[in-house]
């Protein structure tokens, strides 16, 4: 019968109104011959409307009604259209998941488990589910008991009758129900196993809290002991098989699907360890060698099935050693780590997507709950609770989060939970990701009861939720601390000073009796300062204990807003520019250098809030700011004093740059090239202490002879000043020459030659407590016993009749650095022929080289040094390195214009584009090179003062690793790492250097 056009758009419309989106396929289901006695009533309509998705819940009941025999089909249609209850229960379900639908198309009759709603019913635990899975004799048997019983479940969700909480441990019951009914039919499949054994099941995660998904690997821990009588290895061997059975009964896919995957990787030594152990093994384990993250896990862990008394005394026993866990000598950087990995290993296109490990997630309220649990659950009983949000709500009772904090933190948990179990429920897969298809979405969010626009509504809801979760995850750390100190917050809801000191203990602070005083100077009072610190340090408090040493951060901040707190854009800086806190946090924790350079002039914080702020200033650009200054000045020390400040803001500048660069913060990731940052370094520092030198030439020559100086003079760098690589504990290498006005004398010359170097010496050594700059000017012609100062002349002569081949090596990195710029580039013309020799060098200044290197090697080494960890003269170090480079430099550079160079690195570029070192060699001696040079910057940007070897001091030794890109723990890792860099770069030395041809 055909239907009338205008008959057919006002069916369309309705069923629009209704919430079906595809109304014509709508329309001609309800017009199928099986739907004949309900098809107009319109309470089934106002039904299929009120479910998540009325186009599935339609298609759902036409499959059930096909399926079933005609005798039964009138039963069910009569009793959907007369017993509300049922009609809410197997249409909400039928719109909510595609899964339980197939389910009912191959067992139609299941849908009679929906009709009686008794009062136990509503709340049913593991007995009641142990008695709908009694029938259960086989694998398959049971997986359709299962999902018989999953439907219930999922009918009470659906419709409201139990909230998420309810829910979660209804889940967790039936599993559990599961476990004992899989763990029966092994038993039965093998009974002599059955006898030899006592085998307990231990539930851990999620299971054991009870607070379970839809669909979730079930993780679970086996604890076997032998029977009277029965040798334990046997005993063993049976308690394995019967616990492997029971996992694959529940993990094995059939026609009727997976329950779910029995996870036993939790266990001691993982998946590489037994499947089952006695207790006396576990707890021997456990005692020994487990790491924090699995006592974090065992927190959870509740006896579920197999013998009831194995169980009790397995969680009885680890209990106690869970309690403990913040005791131990690893818990903080074990910690660090886990807080660290809470979103790592997320693919980039699905973190935004991500309900469980994205930022705002739910792995971020239960990380932050479980390790409030193991800071305070050692003395607080009230703590010890498996669940989340059970735990959550003991918390706040206990003043150790917010009261407000947590309501909103169980709602946004309550909400994503939610979500997440509707998206499980759909197709009973394991997923965290938030479907990005349009009509997912929409059956989402209808089925979180939004009707009006459910695709916005729902991402609204989400974004505003993962908004709340990821702002408390760092709050409900510190905010409480500073409520203890700042007397603001109602005392009911402040920690106790001793439960503040634990917390600040568990998260790095080895002194949390002054950093609980510096947080209470800093928060105290009704001041805006103190008001905007409070709402400062909850988050930098999170970045001070992500870093080596939490102590002096906060130290180092407290100074800095002592300092500054009354300037006005000092508070707005932090407050308002979101990298400006994050730097000043990173920079304040990292060690001693920058710090101490901040505290001498605070004013230099304005440096991290410029997004331009961290680059180097160009020499040319602080030359000019220099030697205006130094003319303004009024006298010689005045104006030594403005070049050190402009030389400490520099140096802060760079040593920032540098922490940041190297540890990265959220926006800005550490840089991957380490080679460019250590270069970048070294040519700001040689740059600046260039600058530096030429301001206190100026300022001596200004002081007594105007200016004009009577000769003119320059200043040659030598080593790694004239190689743009210094680091920041160097001294200053240098030749000086000079060459005599016309009509000046040459004794006249010489004298304000001596006294002019005098008096910058002098000025460059006044006390301060900036890091100084020495000048040495050892590797002059003849040494120290050499003149300190020669013409040009004078230097020709010499070079000439005198030379040695160390002074020829020496030049190779000289280059002007300060004064007369057309006597500089006149000496290097002279020391050309000398540093590049035609025809390159012969086999008796190949031999002198070598043997002065070795000879270096074995009387310079400081007593008592590990020559594999010094990164000077130590094996594979910076001289070994340098010395094969330079050789190369001595014999071919003649020849190949790309080895004149300075620098080491591009000199070894240059000789391996010269085909003169094989590429992998070039880039062993530069690996080498590159971290021997970051571990010299590290040691000094640690312990404010120069080293050559790692720091013994353990928080010290951390800081490097840190700096270094070595998580906390890894200290162990990094020594490795540099003596087997080290010592490749060994083998090409030995190679490349002491075997090398003439």
Avoid at 243 to 269: F, K, Q, Y
Avoid at 626 to 647: H, I, P
Avoid at 930 to 958: C, I, K, Q, W
């Amino acid at each position: 019968m055909t239907t009338a056009p205008g008959r057919r758009s006002s069916t369309f419309t309705r069923l629009l109104r209704h919430g079906f989106t595809d109304p014509s396929a709508a329309d001609q289901l309800l017009g199928l011959d099986a739907l004949t006695s309900v098809r107009s009533d319109p309470v089934l309509l106002e039904a299929l409307g009120a479910t998540a998705d009325p186009d599935l819940a339609l298609r759902g009941l036409v499959r059930i009604v096909e399926a079933e025999e005609e005798s039964e089909r009138q039963v069910l249609l009569d009793t959907l259209i007369t017993a509300k209850p049922l009609r809410d229960r197997l249409l909400g379900v039928l719109g909510a998941s595609e899964a339980l639908g197939d389910h009912l198309a191959r067992h139609p009759r299941d849908w009679q488990a929906l009709v009686t709603y008794e009062a136990v019913d509503l709340h049913p635990g593991v007995a009641e589910f142990e008695r709908g899975l009694a029938e259960a004799v086989d694998p398959d048997s049971l997986r359709v008991a299962y999902r018989r019983c999953l439907l219930t479940l999922a009918a009470r969700d659906v419709c409201g009758t139990t909230g998420l909480a309810q829910t979660a441990a209804e889940l967790a019951d039936l599993a559990t129900a599961t476990l004992r009914a899989a763990l029966a039919i092994a038993r039965t499949a093998a009974p002599e196993d059955a006898a030899r054994c006592r085998l307990a099941v231990v539930a851990m995660g999620k299971c054991g809290g009870r607070e379970l998904n839809y669909v979730s690997d079930v993780d679970v821990i086996f604890v076997g002991e032998a029977r009277d009588g029965v040798d334990e290895t046997k005993a063993m061997q049976a308690a394995t098989r019967l616990a492997a059975h029971m996992m694959r009964i529940c993990s094995e896919t059939t026609v009727e699907g997976t329950i779910w995957e029995v996870d036993a990787n939790l266990r001691p030594e993982g998946r590489n360890g037994p499947l089952v152990r006695t207790l006396s093994s576990h707890l021997a384990y456990y005692q020994r060698w487990a790491k924090t993250w699995e006592f974090q896990a065992l927190l959870k862990a509740r006896a579920v099935a197999g013998d009831p008394e194995l169980g009790a005394e397995y969680v009885a026993a680890v209990s106690p050693l869970v309690w403990g866990a913040a005791d131990r000598e690893n818990f903080v950087p074990d910690v660090q780590k886990m807080r660290r990995r809470v979103v790592d290993n997320i693919p980039a296109d699905r973190i935004e997507r991500e309900l469980k490990l994205g930022p705002g997630g739910l792995r971020d309220v239960e990380f932050a709950v479980q390790l409030l649990q193991l800071v305070h659950g050692r003395s607080d009983a009230s703590l010890h609770s498996g669940s989340t949000l059970e735990a959550l709500r003991a918390l706040a009772e206990g003043g150790y989060v917010g009261r407000a904090d947590a309501a909103q933190l169980d709602e946004a948990y309550r909400f994503l939970r939610a979500m997440e179990h509707r998206i499980q429920l759909y197709r009973l897969r394991r997923t965290h990701l938030v479907p990005d298809d349009e009509a997912d979405l929409r059956r989402l969010g209808r089925s979180l009861g939004m009707r009006t626009d459910p695709v916005a509504e729902l991402n609204k809801a989400w974004k505003r939720h993962a908004s709340v979760v990821r702002r408390l995850h760092e709050k409900i750390f510190y905010r409480p601390l500073l409520d203890a100190v700042a007397q603001l917050a109602p005392a009911e809801s402040r920690l106790s000073a001793k439960a503040a000191a634990i917390r600040l203990e568990a998260l790095g602070y080895a002194d949390p009796a002054a950093a609980l005083r510096h947080l209470e100077a800093l928060s105290s009072g009704v001041t805006r300062k103190a008001a905007i610190q409070r709402t400062l340090l909850p988050v930098l408090l999170g970045w001070f204990a992500d870093s080596a040493d939490p102590d002096a951060g906060l130290l180092g901040f407290r100074k800095v807003s002592d300092a500054l707190g009354k300037t006005p854009w000092y508070l707005r800086l932090l407050r308002d520019e979101g990298a400006a806190a994050e730097n000043l946090a990173r920079v304040l924790s990292a060690g001693r250098l920058a710090p101490d350079l901040l505290m001498r002039a605070p004013e230099a914080v304005a440096i991290l809030g410029d997004p331009e702020g961290l680059t180097p200033r160009t020499r040319a650009h602080l030359e000019q700011e220099v030697l205006a200054a130094v003319g303004r000045a009024g006298d010689a020390e005045s104006a030594v004093a403005v070049v050190r400040g402009v030389r400490r803001r520099e140096l802060f500048r760079t040593t920032a740059a540098d922490l940041i660069g190297s540890y990265g913060t959220e926006d800005n990731p550490a840089e991957q090239d380490h080679g460019a940052l250590v270069d970048r370094v070294g040519s700001a520092v040689s740059d600046l202490n260039a600058v530096t030198v030429a301001g206190a030439l100026r300022a001596a020559v200004r002081e007594q002879w105007g200016d004009t100086l009577p000769t003119r003079f320059a200043v040659i760098g030598m080593g790694r000043f004239g190689g743009h690589e210094l680091s920041y504990g160097s001294d200053a290498d240098v030749l000086f020459v000079h060459r005599p006005r016309e009509g000046v004398s040459d004794e006249e010359a010489s004298r304000a030659a001596n006294t002019v170097i005098g008096e910058m010496r002098r000025l460059l050594q006044l006390p301060t407590a900036d890091p100084p700059l020495l000048i040495d000017a050892d590797l002059r012609p003849e040494g120290k016993s050499g003149p300190l100062v020669r013409t040009l002349k004078s230097y020709e002569a010499y070079y000439r009749r005198w030379s040695l081949v160390w002074e020829s090596q020496a030049l190779l990195r000289a280059e002007p650095v300060a004064g007369d710029e057309e006597l500089g580039r006149d000496f290097i013309e002279l020391v050309d022929p000398l540093r590049y020799p035609m025809e390159g060098l012969g086999e008796d200044a190949v031999r002198e080289i070598r043997r002065l290197k070795a000879r270096m090697e074995s009387e310079r080494m400081p007593r008592g040094a590990d020559p594999t960890l010094h990164t000077k003269l130590g094996r594979g170090g910076l001289s070994d390195v340098e010395w094969t480079v330079q050789l190369m430099q001595m014999q071919h550079g003649w020849a190949e214009p790309g080895l004149r160079t300075t620098r080491t690195r591009e000199a070894l570029a240059a000789a391996c584009a010269a085909e003169l070192i094989p590429l992998e060699e070039a880039q062993t001696l530069d690996e080498a090179w590159v971290l021997a040079t970051r571990v010299r910057n590290a040691v000094m940007l640690v312990r404010g003062r120069p080293g050559d070897t790692f720091p013994s001091d353990p928080r010290e030794m951390a800081a490097v690793g840190r700096y270094l890109g070595y998580e906390p723990g890894h200290v162990g890792d990094m020594l490795d790492d540099y003596r087997r860099i080290t010592r490749r770069a060994r083998a090409v030395v030995e190679e490349r250097f002491y075997g090398a041809a003439t």
